[in-house]
């Protein structure tokens, strides 16, 4: 219970003092009596903040970068009116810096014995769990002299989602999928393809694809068409040791590995393929599989949501006897780490030669474009110091990726925002070649 800032500045005008005492001390309080007898009416007047019932309903996820609407129904059982104030508390993240006092703070009036809805508006800058705190409510007496107060935890969870920017290109490599799998007029041939079908001979086709058997039992020339190879096995593999913690733009490196795997699988449960995931750093952080094409990319976003980097050295030893694990048979391993020149040579290349002798390996990482913009500073001696530093970071990173081209790896190296579509391009490639 509290007074108000009404009921204190009508104090503060007409007290009268009386003198108190008891064992121990003495004192004087301002008392004005008919202020008294009006807050004791208020306060019995004012509705009880314990027997009201509160719950929860909305929606309970939501990707990063987007809002959500979560309601609160208020229930007032008392035969007294509740005119009251609310906070429904959330931790900092859910709201953008500025907005959480207007987002969260509402005034609600419930007659007796009905209810009413507040909705509180989150718009989250993490990804995660963000659980729902207390709601404190404030009921105040009909002359706003007296009010009472108490708090009741209501439980709410919203998962926030990784915002999967790289979605816009989705519609793009589908477009040249299709051609890779001869459903449009560009056909193409690749080493280890699938056969599909026959077709009649057009100005143009590869004479290799001519099947001369088929034209000798009909009038017109008979090529052959094929489609990629379906139904392979892919393994994601998301570092998230130490270096995955770098900031690459305005994010971790680990989420820029996030959108170009979400893409990456997008694309390829179209193509057919089985895709899993497995995060590693000195143990298993998330694993996915053997989920059926529709279910692939919801069970991704899900399992993502709740990764953050862990500040370990990844035990790439661990790391490679875990992938050999999930993936028995023959696959596509795609590997989001980093390129700095001492995690690869002291913990990656020492055991690569596992992974590449029964599967195809891919790695991909995202380059820090501050660093490009260094390369291309000038005009004064602290810019070309710069521009030195920022050219030998580079060559030593060059360096990286040609030491694992020579052990059969495929190296996919981007700035964050190219990431995704340069992985989803290498991935078409191979499967355009049969490398698959």
């Known amino acids: 219970m509290a007074f108000t800032g009404r009921a204190a500045l009508l104090a503060a005008l007409g007290s009268v003092p009386v003198g108190i005492w008891g064992p121990g001390w003495t004192g004087i309080l301002a008392v004005n009596a008919p202020l008294a007898v009006a807050c004791a009416c208020d306060f019995a007047l004012a509705a009880p903040v314990r027997r009201l019932v509160l719950t929860r309903s909305g929606d309970t996820s939501v990707r990063l970068g987007e809002s959500v609407d979560v309601t609160l129904t208020v229930t007032n059982p008392s035969r007294r009116p509740l005119r009251a104030r609310l906070r429904d508390a959330w931790p900092p993240s859910s709201w953008l810096p500025g907005t959480e006092v207007e987002a969260s703070r509402h005034r609600l009036t419930v007659p007796a014995g009905e209810r009413r809805r507040v909705t509180t508006r989150l718009r989250p800058t993490r990804r995660g769990d963000r659980q729902a705190d207390r709601v404190t409510i404030r009921s105040y007496g009909p002359l706003g002299l007296f009010a009472r107060q108490g708090a009741h935890r209501i439980p709410w969870t919203v998962r926030v989602l990784p915002p999967f920017t790289s979605r816009k290109h989705l519609p793009s490599k589908l477009a040249r999928l299709r051609e890779l799998d001869g459903r449009t007029s560009v056909l193409t041939r690749g080493e280890g393809t699938e056969f599909d079908s026959l077709r009649e001979y057009v100005p143009g086709d590869d004479t290799r694809s001519i099947d001369w058997r088929a034209t000798a039992r009909q009038s017109a020339v008979a090529v052959r068409t094929w489609r990629p190879e379906r139904d392979r096995h892919i393994l994601l593999v998301l570092d998230t040791g130490r270096t995955s913690a770098g900031r690459v733009g305005d994010a971790p490196r680990l989420d820029a590995s ?174 355009a070649a049969g490398r698959l």
């Open 258 to 431: 996030m959108d170009a795997a979400l893409l990456l699988a997008a694309l390829a449960s179209r193509a057919g393929d089985r895709v899993n995931l497995l995060a590693y750093d000195r143990r298993i952080r998330a694993l996915v599989q053997g989920r059926a094409a529709g279910d692939v990319l919801p069970s991704l976003v899900n399992a993502m949501a709740t990764l953050e980097p862990e500040l370990v050295e990844t035990d790439a030893r661990g790391l490679t006897a875990t992938a050999l694990r999930a993936a028995p048979r023959r696959s596509l391993i795609v590997l989001f780490t980093t390129l700095d020149a001492a995690p690869v040579e002291q913990g990656l290349l020492p055991v690569l030669p596992q992974l590449t002798q029964r599967h195809t390996v891919l790695l991909a990482s995202a380059a820090d474009p501050h660093v490009a913009r260094m390369a291309t500073a000038r005009g004064s001696a602290e810019a070309v110091y710069e521009a030195a530093a920022a050219a030998q970071a580079q060559s030593e990173r060059h360096w990286t990726a040609e030491q694992l081209r020579r052990h059969g790896v495929t190296v996919v190296d981007a700035a964050p925002d190219d990431l995704a579509p340069a992985l989803a391009d290498a991935y078409l490639s191979l499967k």
